[in-house]
């Protein structure tokens, strides 16, 4: 038992490393002003806007499903213009950053894992190096960057629908008016609501593609690898998102 828990820390520990050394090749990879702000530009759109229907979907029905709960939650004991709040806290703060990152691991962060791997086993990374380009400038720096600006503003938009989609379900819904539920959103309301959930949001994206990048890049053999590499991606992910909402959490208290 101790031997397995051993091995399991040095893996942990040689990941880390690993992931470390790919971050400082991308620092680096920076000073190639020339090749990836052009590739970066042709990421954010696959990160961000080929993201949007998925997030929006999301934030859409759970907005609707917040309403309907609290409504059901308060009834006979709080003002029903408390769904104002209960929706607008909870989307602003966690479930609109969390829902979405989630959702977005397992599309952004598993792409960038097969496109990646599979660039590896077909020797296009080490063409790229033979050509003189920096794999980090040429393919990690566009899409660690792309996710880290653009998952904050695909969170905007789904928390902006997901409070829209709130209200519109408490006031057809319920006996709800637009006036109550708006004076219910506004009576707890705090600007750090919504600079604190794109910051988590941020930290996500920035989580989700490097893991994406670390685990494609990590592929030695052939299509089966692929696979696990991207399965891997995905739920490195997803605990990631969970461990850093966790971090600002407690940073937020």
Known sequence: ??????KAVARGLA????????LADMVRGLRDVDVWPRLTVVQMRRVGVDSLP???FIATFTGIVLSLQASYTFTGAVPLYFVGTAVGKSIMLELGPVLTGLALAGRVGANIAAELGTMKVTEQVDALETL????SSYLVAPRVLAATVMFPLVVAVAVAVGVGSGLVAAVNLLELTTVEFVRGLRLFYQFKDV???????MSFGF???LIGCYCGLGVRRGAEEVGRATTRAVVLGAQLILVLDAFWAILLL
Request: charge should be positive.
């Open 195 to 201: 600079w604190f959930g794109l910051l988590k949001s």
């Open 54 to 56: 998925i997030a929006l």
């Open 1 to 6: 038992m101790l031997r397995f828990v051993l």
């Open 15 to 22: 990941s880390l490393g690993a992931v470390g050394h790919l």
């Open 207 to 209: 989580a989700i593609a």
């Open 132 to 135: 003189a380009y920096n794999p």
